[in-house]
C-alpha cells in the first residue's frame, strides 16, 4: 500500500508538471516546427485552458491557423491577444500581414499605425506600413515609411524595392538605381531588383547599361521572358539588330501569345532590310492584339505593303 502511494504521489506530481501552460507551449512550438499541426494546436488549446491571458500561445495558435488557411479564426486569435495586452507587438505584426495577404491594404495600415503609436521605431510595422501605401498606389506615404524603416534598418531589401518603384513611378531614375543597385549588394541573387534596374537604366537611355543589366538578370532566371523581350528592346534601341533579333526570338518562343514581341521583330526586321518578314511579324502581331492592329496596320503601310483589316486574323 506504502508502494502504491508514493507511485500515485510520482504520477499526480509528474502530471503536475506538464499541466503546466508552459510545457503545453513548448511542446506545441516543436510539433508545429516538426509539421505536425494537429498535435500543435491540440497542445496550443491545453495552454490557454490553463492560462487564459497567455497572449504568446494565442498569436502562436493564430499563426498556425493561418497556415492551415483559416484566416478568420487566426485574425479572432490576434485579435484577442492585443485585447487582453495592446503593447504585445507581434499581435498587431501578424494581424497586419494577415491583412495585407488578403488585399485589406487601409485595415492593415490602421493596425500598423497603432502597433507603432505603442512603439514608434518598431521597424517590422514601419516597413509594412510603407508596403501597405504602396500597394495603396499611396507612394508618397509608402517612400516615407519606407525611408524611416531604412534608417532603422538599413538592409531591408523590400523598403529598398519598393522605394525604388515609387522612385520610378516618379521619374527619378537616379533614386530608383541607386536603391536597387542597394538591393543587389544586400542580395546579388535578386531578380526582380536586376531586372527593374536594366528598366531604370534603359529609362535613362543608356542601352548598353540595360542591356548588360537585362543579361545579369537572364543569367540568374535564363526562361524570364520580360528580361529577354527588354533585353531585345535594348539591343534594337542600341543598333545591335543581330542580337536584338536573337532575344525578341527567344522572347516570342518564351510567350507565344506576347504581340510585343512579335511587333518588336517587326520593328528588327524592318531595320534590317526584310520587309517581307516584317510585314509577318506586324500582322502576326495584329492577330494577337486586334484593340492595336491599327497601330501594327501603320507599319505595314510604313513597308508599303498592303494591309487590309479583312486581312488581320482574329
Not at 132 to 141: I, L, N, R, T, V
Request: proline letters at 3%; glycine letters at 8%.
Amino acid at each position: 500500500m506504502k508502494k502504491f502511494l508514493l507511485l500515485l504521489i510520482a504520477a499526480v506530481s509528474l502530471a503536475g508538471c506538464n499541466r503546466s501552460p508552459e510545457y503545453y507551449f513548448k511542446r506545441a512550438n516543436y510539433l508545429f516546427g516538426k509539421g505536425n499541426h494537429m498535435e500543435a494546436l491540440q497542445n496550443y488549446n491545453k495552454a490557454l485552458l490553463l492560462r487564459k491571458g497567455y497572449v504568446e500561445a494565442l498569436v502562436s495558435r493564430g499563426l498556425l491557423h493561418d497556415v492551415q488557411g483559416d484566416r478568420q479564426q487566426a485574425a479572432q486569435d490576434y485579435r484577442k491577444a492585443i485585447e487582453i495586452n495592446s503593447s504585445y507587438l507581434p499581435a498587431y505584426n501578424n494581424l497586419g500581414a494577415l491583412m495585407m495577404d488578403g488585399g485589406n491594404y487601409k485595415e492593415a495600415v490602421r493596425i500598423f499605425t497603432d502597433a507603432l503609436s505603442v512603439k514608434p521605431d518598431y521597424t517590422f510595422a514601419m516597413l509594412n506600413r510603407g508596403l501597405s501605401y504602396y500597394k495603396q498606389g499611396d507612394c508618397a506615404s509608402a517612400t516615407a515609411d519606407l525611408s524611416r524603416a531604412l534608417d532603422l534598418n538599413p538592409k531591408l531589401e523590400l523598403a529598398y524595392y519598393h522605394r525604388a518603384l515609387c522612385a520610378g513611378k516618379a521619374k527619378n531614375m537616379p533614386a530608383a538605381i541607386a536603391d536597387l543597385n542597394a538591393v543587389l549588394d544586400l542580395n546579388p541573387a535578386a531578380v526582380a531588383a536586376s531586372l527593374e534596374l536594366g528598366k531604370a537604366l534603359y529609362g535613362l537611355q543608356d542601352y548598353g547599361g540595360a542591356a548588360k543589366e537585362f543579361l545579369r538578370t537572364l543569367e540568374l532566371k535564363p526562361r524570364d521572358y520580360f528580361a529577354q523581350y527588354w533585353l531585345a528592346l535594348s539591343f534594337y534601341k542600341f543598333g545591335y539588330y543581330e542580337g536584338a533579333l536573337s532575344a525578341a526570338l527567344k522572347a516570342a518562343e518564351l510567350k507565344s501569345d506576347s504581340y510585343q514581341a512579335r511587333g518588336l521583330l517587326g520593328d528588327v526586321y524592318a531595320a534590317t532590310g526584310d520587309k517581307s518578314a516584317a510585314a509577318a511579324e506586324y500582322k502576326a502581331a495584329a492577330a494577337l492584339a486586334p484593340k492595336f492592329a491599327s497601330f501594327y496596320q501603320a507599319r505595314l503601310a510604313a513597308l508599303g505593303a498592303t494591309a487590309r483589316p479583312s486581312r488581320v486574323r482574329r
